[in-house]
């Protein structure tokens, strides 16, 4: 019960925290972005704003933290 709870909120909350770096990997890796990591992070909030950051994140979420 608890521990499920528990294991399912700190999964979705590390998910949430990382989420930019993911963000950015994907981006590199699926729309081949040049440069460096930073770049493509800021390349990403002059487009969409900060909440770009965390595209698809809920979705990542409703995927992952079941298995948790």
Not at 29 to 39: D, I, K
Request: net charge positive; hydrophobic share 45%; proline share 4%.
């Amino acid at each position: 019960g608890r521990r499920l709870v528990a294991g399912a909120l700190a999964g979705g909350l590390t998910r949430t925290l990382l989420a930019p770096l993911e963000r950015v990997k994907l981006e590199m890796q699926l729309n081949r972005a040049s440069g460096a990591p930073l770049s493509v992070g800021r390349s990403i909030v002059g487009a969409e704003g900060v909440l770009g950051l965390w595209r698809g994140n809920l979705v990542n979420l409703f995927r992952t933290v079941p298995f948790r």
